[in-house]
């Protein structure tokens, strides 16, 4: 069992819905990421956010909206998304921002845009 | 600009066999380097870590050779099993701060029987 869980595990939507990822881990951790992996791609970091405070905005269109209401927890707002925005979006969470080590992933959201 | 790649996108080997999955880096003021495992379905998962002063690590079944002068990763795993069969990334951490880290694009290991 993983100790960071995300839902849903799959979700197609059009390009005017809305709708938001959710990611929770379980390991106490400080920090929480939003990575989109794309085939054929590196996986590309989208956000950061350190004891809730958001430390990286990697360029991301504004159609993204990250919200992490507290260490545990982190969302992805999706508007308007387009269809190359299909691809599996990864939480992943680490101890803190300043240490080495690993980043423990999520499962994924399969994001399939109409 | 800093980037990370792989040599083979697709390695096939023999259960039983050793594999090697190579890594090229860029950035030589990158002092960490990670490789993960992504099985089909899922979030990749840590295999193993190096810091730039060591040259191999050593983990159950796998070893990690850091080559600083030529900026070349490689894992290893020996008596490779259908298990292993899986995506293999490596990163480096292009920045100290936080965990920023640059992934390379994969390298897929089929094993047979």
């Known amino acids: 069992e993983t100790g960071v869980t995300q839902t849903p595990r799959h979700l197609v939507m059009g390009m005017t819905n809305k709708k938001s990822l959710k990611c929770e881990q379980h390991?106490?951790?400080?920090?929480m990421y939003w990575y989109k992996q794309s085939a054929k791609k590196p996986l590309e970091l989208m956000f950061v956010y350190s004891l809730e405070e958001r430390v990286e905005n990697n360029s991301v269109p504004s159609r993204f909206s990250p919200e992490c209401p507290n260490s545990s927890h982190l969302f992805l707002h999706l508007h308007t998304l387009q269809p190359e925005d299909s691809a599996l979006y990864l939480c992943?969470?680490?101890?803190?921002?300043?240490?080495?080590?690993?980043?423990?992933f999520g499962e994924g959201s399969r994001l399939t845009v109409l | 600009g800093e980037s990370v790649g792989l040599h083979l996108p697709t390695l096939s080997v023999q259960e039983g066999d050793n594999s090697i999955i190579n890594c090229a880096y860029s950035n030589s003021a990158s002092d960490y380097f990670i490789w993960y495992k992504q099985e089909s379905g899922k979030g990749p998962q840590f295999i193993i870590d190096i810091r730039s002063n060591m040259d191999k690590r050593q983990g159950q079944r796998v070893t990690v050779l850091l080559n600083k002068t030529v900026k070349h990763l490689s894992l290893q795993i020996a008596a490779t099993q259908p298990g292993d069969s899986a995506v293999y990334f490596c990163?480096?951490?292009?920045?100290?701060?936080?965990?920023?880290?640059?992934f390379g694009t994969g390298t897929r290991l089929l094993v047979s029987p």
């Open positions: 990163a480096e951490r292009a920045s100290t701060g936080f965990q920023k880290l640059v």
């Open positions: 390991l106490g951790h400080n920090a």
């Open positions: 992943a969470s680490s101890r803190d921002r300043g240490t080495n080590g690993e980043l423990f």
